[in-house]
C-alpha cells in the first residue's frame, strides 16, 4: 500500500456497503432473519394488530403483563398494553431503575386511510365509503390500488367486533376510482399537491340494488344488508368504529439479489419488529432495559396512546412500585438518568431524486442502520438534537461491537425535515438520539428497505440493551 493510501485509510471515515464483506452464514442470516420480519409486515398493517402480534410472540418467550406480578425482580419479563394501540414491554435489569433505563422507542401506527364516522353513501348507483386520510401522505398514491379494511367496530353495548377483509385471496378487496387520462386534462395540469383532492379519497364497495324497487337509496341498503349479515351492524354502528384502509398488497423480497423489502408500513414497524426481536432475545440486562410501541406518531403523538401522553411514565412508576423502589419524585431521577434509541426511520437517498439529499450526509440504503443526530427543519427548528457526548458512547458501542452505522441527516438544509418522538423523552431528561432504517418511497402504500439495514438495527438494538 502507498503512502498516501495507508494514510488515507487511517484518517478517512468509512462509508462502505453493508453488503461487502459479509460471509455467507450471516447472509443467510440476514435472508432469515427478514423473512420474519416480512411475516410480520403482512400480519401487523395496523397498530392495533401490531399490539396483538406482539403480544403473542412476547408472552412466548416468557413475558407476562404488569397486572400479574405482585413484585418484579432482575430477568422478570414485562408488557403494558395500552388500549390495545401501543404497547410497552420491560426486562428488569440487575441494576436499580434510579440508575437509569435502556429505553428503544418505536412506532406502530403509519399512514393510511380511516373512515369517516358517517362514511356509506351511495351515488351514481355506486356505494362508496368517505375517507378522511392520517398522516402524511400524497394521495394520489392511494388511487387505483386493492385496498383492505382493518379495524374494529364497537357496538353501543360495548360489543367489539373485529373487521380485517381485502387480505385473504377469498376476499374481496376495495379501491378508490382515478380519472382516465382521456378525461383528465385539467386535472393532470393541476399541482401534484392538489390534484387529487381529500374529498374524493372515496372508497368504492358495491354495485348491487337490494331487491325491492319499492326502496330508495337501494345499493347503499343492499351494502348495509350484507354488513348487517356479515358483522351483525348497522349504519349507526360506524360512528363508534375505527376501520383503516391498508394497502391489499403482501410486503415481498425485492430485487434479482433478493437484497430489499418492499411493503406497506415499514415506517414504523421495521423499528418495531427489530427492536422488538431484540427485546425477546434480552436475558437479565445490567440496565432495565424498556421497549416502547407508540401509536399515533404520524399524526403529532398525541392522545392518550400516543407518546405525549403520561401513560408511559405511569408504566415506569408501576416498575418502581413493584420492584419496591419507589419514593417522591423518583420517577423524574429515572428519566434524567435514562438513555433512549428513538428508533424511526430515516430517508434514504434516492439516486433519482438525489437533488434533495446532501450526499455527503445522506443516508444510503445498505450502508447499515442510520442515526440523526438531530431532526427538524429550517435551522434545526423543533428538533430534538442529541449531545455529543452521547452520541461518541452510542458510536463507541457500534464500533465495538462491528456494527456497520451512518450518521446522517433527514434531508438538504431547508428542503423539507420531519420530526420522530424523541424531543418527548428528551424532555423528560433523557439522552436521546434518532436511530433507524433507512427508507426509500417513505409514507407511500409500498416502502423499500435494506435487509442489510434491517438486520443491522437489529444487532444495533441488541447490542444497546446488552451493554
Ligand atoms: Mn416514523
Ligand atoms: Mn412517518
Redesign the pocket.
Known amino acids: 500500500m502507498g503512502e498516501g493510501k495507508e494514510l488515507k485509510e487511517k484518517l478517512f471515515a468509512k462509508k462502505e456497503c453493508g453488503w461487502n464483506n459479509v460471509e455467507k452464514s450471516e447472509m443467510d442470516e440476514i435472508f432469515r432473519y427478514a423473512d420474519g420480519y416480512i411475516d410480520f409486515l403482512n400480519k401487523a398493517k395496523t397498530e392495533r394488530e401490531a399490539v396483538d402480534v406482539v403480544k403473542g410472540m412476547a408472552i412466548a418467550k416468557g413475558f407476562k403483563c404488569i397486572c400479574e406480578y405482585d413484585e418484579l425482580k432482575p430477568g422478570d419479563k414485562v408488557f403494558y398494553s395500552n388500549r390495545g394501540k401501543s404497547i410497552y414491554l420491560a426486562v428488569i435489569g440487575e441494576e436499580k431503575l434510579e440508575q437509569g433505563l435502556n429505553v428503544i422507542g418505536a ?1 406502530i401506527d403509519s399512514p393510511r386511510l380511516d373512515l369517516k364516522p358517517n362514511p356509506l353513501y351511495e351515488d351514481g348507483e355506486l356505494a362508496l365509503f368517505k375517507t378522511h386520510y392520517y398522516g402524511g401522505i400524497k394521495k394520489y398514491q392511494w388511487t387505483a390500488i386493492p385496498l383492505a379494511i382493518h379495524g374494529v367496530i364497537v357496538k353501543a353495548n360495548g360489543e367489539k367486533i373485529t373487521v380485517n377483509i381485502g387480505e385473504n385471496p377469498r376476499d374481496p378487496i376495495f379501491t378508490i376510482t382515478d380519472l382516465l387520462p382521456h378525461l383528465a386534462i385539467e386535472q393532470m395540469d393541476k399541482k401534484l399537491r392538489s390534484a387529487i383532492d381529500g374529498e374524493n379519497l372515496n372508497l368504492l364497495i358495491g354495485s348491487i340494488p337490494y331487491n325491492d324497487k319499492e326502496a330508495s337509496e337501494r345499493i347503499k341498503l343492499n351494502t348495509l344488508n350484507i354488513l348487517n349479515e356479515k358483522y351483525g351492524i348497522t349504519e349507526s354502528d360506524f360512528l363508534s368504529s375505527e376501520l383503516e384502509l391498508v394497502p391489499a398488497f403482501n410486503a415481498r423480497t425485492l430485487g434479482f439479489d433478493w437484497s430489499m423489502v418492499a411493503g406497506y408500513g415499514q ?2 414497524r421495521v ?1 418495531a419488529y427489530t427492536s422488538l426481536t431484540a427485546m425477546l432475545n434480552i436475558e437479565r440486562p445490567k440496565t432495565t432495559a424498556v421497549c416502547i410501541l407508540s401509536d399515533k ?2 399524526v403529532g403523538s398525541m392522545g392518550n396512546t400516543g407518546m405525549e401522553s403520561h401513560v408511559f411514565d405511569t408504566f415506569i412508576s408501576e416498575l418502581l412500585n413493584k420492584t419496591g423502589e419507589n419514593r417522591p419524585n423518583l420517577l423524574d431521577k429515572v428519566f434524567c438518568n435514562s438513555k433512549m434509541l428513538s428508533a ?2 430515516g430517508a434514504a437517498m434516492d439516486p433519482t431524486y438525489s437533488s434533495v439529499s446532501d450526499r455527503y450526509n445522506a443516508a444510503m440504503l445498505g450502508k447499515g442502520v442510520s442515526f440523526d443526530k438531530y431532526t427538524g427543519s429550517r435551522g434545526k427548528a423543533g428538533g430534538s438534537d442529541a449531545n455529543a457526548e452521547f452520541v461518541a458512547e452510542v458510536r463507541g458501542l457500534l464500533e465495538e461491537n462491528n456494527i456497520k452505522y451512518q450518521i446522517t441527516e433527514l434531508g438538504k438544509v431547508d428542503v423539507g425535515g420531519g420530526g ?1 418522538i424523541a424531543y418527548i423523552l428528551a424532555d423528560k431528561g433523557m439522552e436521546v438520539i434518532d436511530c ?1 432504517v433507512p427508507v426509500l418511497s417513505m409514507h407511500a402504500p409500498y416502502e423499500v428497505t435494506s435487509k442489510y439495514d434491517v438486520y443491522s438495527a437489529f444487532k444495533t438494538y441488541e447490542a444497546f440493551w446488552r451493554k
Open positions: 412506532h415506517d414504523d423499528c406518531e404520524e424511526d426511520v420522530t433507524g
